[in-house]
C-alpha cells in the first residue's frame, strides 16, 4: 500500500515537473530542433551558447539588480509589519480586537481587480507613478495573510514567557523583540519566503506603475524581451529558465524552515 502511495506521489510530480523539463530541453536547442515531429527531451547537440545569447539580448543584470531590490524591501517590510500586527492581534488586548482581525481577514477576499483602480488612483494622486514606489511602500503596511499566518503562530507560544519578561521589566515591544520573534523564526522564514516569491514574479504591479525601461523588473523585462523576439524560443526558454532557477533555490534551501513554520502556525486557533 505504501508503494502505491509513492508511485502516485512520484507520478504526481513527474507530472508538475514536465513543463519545467520541456522549459529547460527547449533552451539547449537549436531553432530548427525545436518544431519537430517527435519530442527530443535531451536535445544532441545541445545549444549552450542559448544562453550567454539570450542574456547578451536584454539589460539582464540591470534588471536582476532592480528586482533583488525591491524583493529585500518586500520581505523586509512584509515581515516587520505584519509582525508587529499579528502580535498586537495575538498578546494585546484592546477593544474591538476580535473584530477587527475578522475585517482585515476579510481583506483577503477582496480580489486584486476590485481594488486596482482606486489604488491607481492614489498612487497617481501622490506622484508615485513611474517609481518602485508602490511596488514597496504597501509592503510597510502590512499583508492581511501574513498578519493570519503570524498571529496563529504566536499563539502556540506560552503566555508564561511573556508573564515572565514582563516581570522582568519588559515593555510590550522588548517583549516582542526579545522573546517572541526569535522564537518566530520558522513562520517569519515562511512569510519571507511567501513575499519574496511575490515580489520576485510580480507583473501586474510593475506593467502598471513602471515606464522606464532602466526601472523594469525581470517579470516585465522577459515580456519586453518576448515582444522584441517572439520567434526565437530557445532563447525565450533560456531567459525563462534563468529566471526560474533562482526561486527554486530559494525554495530548496529554507524548505524544512518553510515546512515548520506552515505547520505550527495551525496548531492553534
Same mark, same amino acid.
Given at each position: ?29 537549436s531553432p530548427e530542433k525545436i518544431f ?16 550567454? &545569447?539570450?542574456? +547578451?539580448? =536584454?539589460?539582464?543584470?540591470?534588471? !536582476?539588480?532592480?528586482? $533583488?531590490?525591491?524583493? #529585500? *524591501? ?86 508564561e514567557l511573556s508573564d515572565a519578561a514582563?516581570? &522582568?521589566?519588559? +515593555?510590550? =515591544?522588548?517583549?516582542?523583540?526579545? !522573546?517572541?520573534?526569535? $522564537?518566530?523564526?520558522? #513562520? *517569519? ?58 526561486m527554486i533555490l530559494v525554495f530548496l ?17
Open positions: 500500500m505504501r508503494g502505491l502511495r509513492y508511485g502516485i506521489l512520484i507520478a504526481l510530480g513527474l507530472l508538475f515537473l514536465a513543463p519545467f523539463a520541456f522549459m529547460v530541453s527547449t533552451s539547449l536547442k519537430t515531429a517527435t519530442m527530443e527531451w535531451l536535445p544532441s547537440p545541445v545549444a549552450g551558447k542559448n544562453y550567454p &545569447d539570450a542574456l +547578451s539580448r =536584454f539589460p539582464f543584470w540591470r534588471y !536582476v539588480g532592480n528586482t $533583488l531590490f525591491i524583493c #529585500a *524591501l518586500t520581505v523586509l517590510g512584509t515581515c516587520l509589519a505584519s509582525s508587529l500586527a499579528a502580535y498586537a492581534f495575538a498578546r494585546l488586548k484592546f477593544k474591538a480586537r476580535e473584530p477587527l482581525f475578522f475585517i482585515m481577514l476579510a481583506t483577503i477576499m477582496l480580489p486584486a481587480q476590485v481594488t486596482l483602480l482606486p489604488t491607481f488612483l492614489l498612487f497617481r494622486t501622490l506622484g508615485w507613478s513611474g517609481s518602485w514606489l508602490p511596488l514597496i511602500i504597501p509592503t510597510f503596511c502590512g499583508n492581511p495573510f501574513s498578519i493570519f499566518l503570524l498571529r496563529q503562530f504566536f499563539l502556540t507560544i506560552p503566555q514582563r516581570l &522582568d521589566g519588559c +515593555s510590550d =515591544f522588548g517583549i516582542f523583540w526579545r !522573546v517572541i520573534l526569535p $522564537l518566530a523564526r520558522p #513562520a *517569519l522564514a515562511t512569510v519571507g519566503l511567501f513575499a519574496f516569491l511575490g515580489a520576485w514574479t510580480d507583473f501586474q504591479g510593475p506593467l502598471i506603475y513602471l515606464h522606464d525601461e532602466n526601472q523594469y523588473t525581470l517579470a516585465l523585462g522577459l515580456q519586453s524581451f518576448l515582444g522584441r523576439h517572439e520567434s526565437q524560443w530557445n532563447l525565450l526558454m533560456a531567459t525563462s529558465t534563468v529566471i526560474t532557477l533562482p534551501l529554507v524548505q524544512k524552515t518553510f515546512v515548520k513554520g506552515i505547520v505550527l502556525s495551525g496548531l492553534k486557533g
